[in-house]
């Protein structure tokens, strides 16, 4: 098991930079996986304490294994990032008592590439793409069970593809499936030739599939309110985003963050009494050095932002 999830983890430099100077206080990583986050952060903060949560058994078993030297310096617990707030205070762990939260989302390396979870177009498996094992509709059942309609609209919104009708329409008359192939097959199959050399035309479809199984984006943006409210002053969120769903919920929800969600035309003062909560680190976003995506290439997707907590008797009303 260990072998299937071991990867790197992506920025690591940056996002132990953005936890360098934060309270000395607990730290939450709230999507734990093989913990290669969590073991370069105990390693180089070695007075602090780990959360961490992962809504996979398998990463669970393998980040417990991994993190079991490190004493009651470790937590794991098998959850889902919404719950990081029950999670966090039964470990005693209160609003205003983290020194950063991690949110490292999207798919792993190894869930990806272990064929039996069903992630990956590019090899057979049964059409799981449940993170969680233990709940929920696989993707065979979502896409039995869906309308059209629903498929056309995440196949839309979250594939980022114009063919979203047509790729819709032929599933619903081909259902059901049973493999990740047969649906890569289909894709491939009712995409015009010019439009797959741009690469797999199944790979957006899945990326969909996967968001809506998994509810990725429903409880994404409370899970950062969630995080952000646990923070100490001066403590940092960080937020580890691969396609553009996940990247535009992070920048929403941080910015909203930051400026206590002013309504004020940005030309002119704020007088609505809005109070910011966090200041951002980074005009935009952060994007990996061309030598890490070398060694890793799928490094090339991720954008990072990070956002401090501000102590509530120097937040400066209107600030934008």
């Known amino acids: 098991m260990t072998r299937e999830f071991t990867h790197l983890p992506v920025m690591l430099t940056e996002?132990?930079?953005?936890?360098?100077?934060?309270?000395?206080?607990p730290i939450i990583d709230a999507t734990l996986g093989g913990a290669g986050h969590s073991r370069a952060i105990l390693d180089r903060f070695p007075?602090?304490?780990?959360?961490?949560?992962?809504?996979?058994?398998e990463a669970v078993a393998v980040a417990?294994?991994?993190?079991?030297?490190?004493?009651?310096?470790?937590?794991?617990?098998?959850?889902?990032?919404?719950?990081?707030t029950r999670v966090a205070l039964g470990l005693g762990i209160g609003a205003g008592d983290a020194a950063a939260v991690l949110f490292d989302l999207g798919v792993s390396s190894p869930q990806l590439d272990t064929t039996s979870r069903g992630f990956s177009y590019q090899n057979e498996g049964p059409l799981d793409m449940r993170m969680d094992t233990t709940r929920g509709l696989t993707a065979a059942a979502f896409i039995d069970a869906a309308t059209e309609e629903k498929l056309s609209d995440l196949f839309y919104l979250h594939g980022e593809t114009k063919f979203s009708?047509?790729?819709?329409r032929a599933m619903v008359a081909q259902r059901p499936f049973h493999t990740t192939t047969e649906v890569a097959d289909l894709v491939a199959g009712v995409i015009p030739i010019p439009a797959r050399r741009r690469g797999h035309p199944a790979k957006r479809v899945f990326q969909a599939l996967?968001?809506?199984?998994?509810?990725e984006l429903d409880v994404l943006g409370p899970a950062l309110d969630s995080g952000i409210e646990l923070l100490a002053p001066?403590?940092?969120?960080?937020?580890?985003?691969?396609?553009?769903?996940?990247?535009?919920?992070?920048?929403?929800?941080l910015r909203f963050h930051a400026t206590g969600g002013c309504e004020c035309p940005p030309s002119l003062p704020c007088v609505c009494g809005a109070v910011p909560t966090v200041r951002?680190?980074?005009?935009?976003?952060?994007?990996?050095?061309?030598?890490?995506?070398?060694?890793?290439?799928?490094?090339?997707?991720?954008?990072?932002?990070?956002?401090?907590?501000?102590?509530?008797?120097?937040?400066?009303?209107?600030?934008?």
């Open 47 to 57: 007075t602090r304490v780990v959360c961490g949560l992962d809504q996979d058994p």
């Open 15 to 25: 996002v132990l930079e953005a936890i360098d100077g934060t309270p000395s206080l």
């Open 280 to 320: 951002l680190l980074n005009r935009g976003a952060r994007k990996a050095t061309s030598n890490e995506i070398a060694a890793n290439p799928r490094a090339e997707s991720v954008r990072l932002r990070v956002a401090e907590r501000l102590d509530s008797t120097s937040r400066v009303v209107g600030a934008r």
């Open 165 to 168: 009708r047509r790729i819709a």
């Open 210 to 215: 996967r968001v809506a199984v998994n509810e």
């Open 234 to 253: 001066g403590g940092r969120i960080i937020v580890l985003a691969y396609h553009s769903g996940e990247d535009k919920i992070a920048k929403d929800r």
């Open 64 to 84: 417990t294994e991994r993190l079991a030297s490190y004493g009651d310096r470790a937590h794991v617990v098998h959850a889902r990032f919404d719950e990081i």
